[in-house]
């Protein structure tokens, strides 16, 4: 359950630069919307990020996605936030007694030593700020998340749509005819959609 201290700024999920809108207009159909911080959804963003942007993503190698998620928040917000965080520097500050010292804290000289990135660095955060978040401070952040690979349960829509659809051994689809993935890929995009309304 570690807490963050990254570099970089927040990207909002709703508007026409946000997270919701770029999966859906890069066509990110197994991308996660609500938590960037899913492997799978990291790995899509990343490679949509390096062949839209790559002049930006090349700059930044240590780019990373972090998601601010408290397990014991039940209230209706705690599923997704307004924001994930873009970070350019991430540090990872682990659970009592992860560290290889046993101390889970830093002083102010070991972090803010020397700036955190380099010219070439620090230029291509601010071009994909103003590309994605414009407006948003870059800088500091401590972000909590009490369960990076948080679990969810799979939508019950969902799992009535791939009834009657299963992989057969060859990889091809089973099912109700030819092109009966296309149809459920389509249901979630449409999905995706009336959440950005």
């Given at each position: 359950m570690p807490v963050y201290m990254l570099y970089g700024f927040r990207w909002p999920r709703a508007g026409f630069t946000g997270i919701r809108v770029y999966i859906v207009l890069h066509n990110l159909e197994e991308a996660t919307a609500e938590y960037l911080q899913q492997p799978l959804t990291t790995s899509l963003l990343l490679s949509s990020f390096q062949k839209t942007e790559a002049g930006i993503i090349d700059r930044l190698p240590q780019l990373q996605f972090i998601e601010q998620y408290?397990?014991?928040?039940?209230?209706?917000?705690?599923v997704s936030k307004p924001y994930a965080y873009v970070g350019a520097k991430v540090l990872s500050i682990p659970e009592a007694g992860g560290a290889p010292s046993g101390e889970t804290s830093w002083t102010?000289?070991?972090?803010?030593?020397?700036?955190?990135?380099?010219?070439?660095?620090?230029?291509?955060?601010?071009?994909?700020?103003?590309?994605?978040?414009?407006g948003e401070r870059i800088g500091w952040y401590i972000v909590y998340n009490g369960d990076p690979e948080r679990w969810f349960p799979p939508d019950e829509?969902?799992?009535?749509?791939?009834?009657?659809?299963?992989?057969?051994?060859?990889?091809?689809?089973?099912?109700?005819?030819?092109?009966?993935?296309?149809?459920?890929?389509?249901?979630?995009?449409?999905r995706r959609l009336l959440l950005l309304r």
């Open positions: 408290d397990p014991e928040d039940t209230s209706d917000d705690a102010p000289e070991e972090i803010f030593k020397e700036s955190p990135l380099d010219d070439k660095e620090a230029e291509a955060l601010v071009e994909l700020r103003d590309k994605y978040a414009a829509e969902e799992e009535g749509d791939m009834e009657g659809f299963e992989e057969d051994e060859e990889g091809g689809e089973d099912g109700d005819g030819e092109g009966g993935m296309r149809v459920i890929r389509r249901r979630r995009r449409r």
